[in-house]
């Protein structure tokens, strides 16, 4: 089945730039009618949804991180990435990536999570 | 943006009770729904999609309910496996796509 693995540093400078990689195993990134997100959640907080790209290259991303966000695909890698530029601590958190389905009129949910990677943006 | 709010905030429970979680919408998000399970150190896990359909091997005593702005989770019987919290979320008006604040479920 289907597995995903976040990949990356842990510990970040503030106003350097965070990124990471989720390594889709199992499957074709390109296959189906999915779509492949990042999700952030601050110790001992709620989920707060990053953005999400499809296998054509199609973004969408939370406005209230739109200007520091950039979600890529390597589909030749079967890869998936995130940048976060400027990174400050309210950045620090354990982030998942997950891939989600929807065919209108159906929404078929995030079904595959990844394991989450803790990343600390700090000094 | 559409804020889900979840309510309770804890419920406190025993094995073999029912559970009745509450999602409401800030405007109607037809039946774009999702529950979450997340237990402490592990990934959240999708439990019902589209309000009201159990994700793959999710055992039957889950179930989800509602449309529009109002949405329900039930667990007919608590296993001691279900204490965790638990998450909606919406994919209708986005974006973003927004989660609820979440609702533990705590062994009483």
């Known amino acids: 089945q289907v597995q995903l693995q976040e990949s990356g540093p842990g510990l970040v400078k503030p106003s350097q730039t965070l990124s990471l990689t989720c390594t889709v195993s199992?499957?074709?990134?390109?296959?189906?009618?999915?779509?492949w997100s990042w999700i952030r959640q601050p110790a001992g907080k709620g989920l707060e949804w990053i953005g999400r790209?499809?296998?054509?290259?199609?973004?969408n991303y939370n406005p209230s991180l739109k200007s520091r966000v950039t979600i890529s695909v390597d589909t030749s890698r079967n890869q998936f990435s995130l940048t976060v530029r400027s990174a400050t601590a309210a950045d620090t958190a354990m982030y998942y990536c997950?891939?989600?389905?929807?065919?209108?009129?159906?929404?078929?949910?995030?079904?595959?999570w990844g394991q989450g990677t803790t990343v600390t943006v700090s000094s | 943006e559409i804020v889900l709010t979840q309510s309770p905030a804890t419920l406190s429970l025993s094995p073999g009770e029912r559970a009745t979680l509450s999602c409401r919408a800030s405007?109607?998000?037809?039946?774009?729904l999702a529950w979450y399970q997340q237990k402490p150190g592990q990934a959240p896990r999708l439990l019902i999609y589209?309000?009201?359909n159990r994700a793959t091997g999710i055992p039957a005593r889950f179930s989800g309910s509602g449309s529009g702005t109002d949405f329900t989770l039930t667990i007919s019987s608590l296993e001691p496996e279900d204490f965790a919290v638990y998450y909606c979320?919406?994919?209708?008006?986005?974006?973003?796509?927004?989660f609820g604040q979440g609702t533990k479920l705590e062994i009483k």
């Open positions: 589209d309000a009201s």
């Open positions: 405007q109607s998000v037809s039946s774009y």
């Open positions: 199992g499957g074709s990134i390109t296959s189906g009618t999915y779509y």
């Open positions: 790209i499809y296998s054509s290259g199609s973004t």
């Open positions: 997950a891939r989600g389905s929807m065919v209108a009129p159906y929404y078929y949910g995030m079904d595959v």
């Open positions: 979320q919406q994919r209708s008006k986005w974006p973003p796509e927004t």
